[in-house]
């Protein structure tokens, strides 16, 4: 479970993030989405503890993460913008030194490195170096990464940036499957198809604001529009003054 109330960030004369509100509840996954810019990133870093925020308070499974940040990333599997994985260890030693990062080892550990190897398909390229890397490559490597301990909660920033249509299926399975166990998921994107096949709830942030927020259905019927994608042009276009 995620909750934030009135986060805000500020860098330099940027406000990158004004007054963000939201909650992420078990066994559902809620999308952030909006246009480039909008502060959905800095809103994920600042529920992942890299970055403090400068107004508001946010829990993860009921802990501050600004008053005690180790112990939220214990309850979180993080898949950032940008993958950062070790270009000189193999996508499985990636996978493993986080592992032990978060107290695994021996058969336990192994078991979840192999299962997720198979699971997201990397097989062919699991025991290379991960320099030289494709953009997907290392895009499921991040990922294995971020749930080889099995977190109650997963922040997943633009999750499918760089797969190509059958590692995408595979990714969204993997969401789905992490929703249906009761997980909490919280992903942004600015592809509207995939927040429409993928959420349960839809946040949406415009300049560092929340500008509409329930179900799809609801922001359908809120904002009007016969798809999803109309719905959120319409929101954007309210606050321009377009709509």
Request: glycine share 12%; hydrophobic share 40%; with cysteine.
């Amino acid at each position: 479970m995620i909750r934030a109330e009135s986060l805000a960030k500020r860098f330099g004369p940027v406000e990158a993030v004004r007054d963000v509100s939201l909650e992420a509840a078990d066994g559902r996954i809620t999308g952030l989405l909006g246009p480039n810019g909008a502060g959905k990133s800095t809103t994920l870093r600042m529920l992942y503890t890299v970055l403090r925020p400068d107004a508001g308070r946010a829990e993860v499974d009921g802990i501050d993460v600004a008053l005690d940040p180790l112990a939220a990333r214990r309850h979180l599997g993080v898949l950032p913008h940008g993958s950062g994985i070790y270009p000189q260890l193999s996508a499985r030693e990636n996978i493993r030194f986080y592992g032990r990062l978060h107290g695994l080892a021996g058969g336990t550990l192994e078991r979840r490195v192999d299962g997720l190897v198979e699971r997201l398909g990397m097989t062919d390229f699991a025991d290379r170096r991960a320099k030289g890397f494709s953009q997907g490559q290392r895009t499921k490597v991040a990922l294995a990464r971020a749930l080889v301990h099995s977190p109650r909660t997963v922040l997943l920033d633009e999750p499918t940036n760089g797969l190509d249509v059958i590692a995408t299926r595979a990714v969204r399975k993997l969401i789905r499957d992490l929703r249906d166990q009761g997980h909490c998921v919280l992903f942004s994107s600015h592809v509207m198809q995939e927040v429409a096949a993928l959420c349960d709830e839809i946040v949406i942030i415009d300049r560092g604001v929340v500008a509409g927020s329930g179900t799809p259905r609801q922001i359908q019927q809120e904002f009007g529009g016969e798809t999803l994608e109309e719905s959120f042009v319409r929101v954007l276009g309210e606050r321009e003054g377009l709509a």
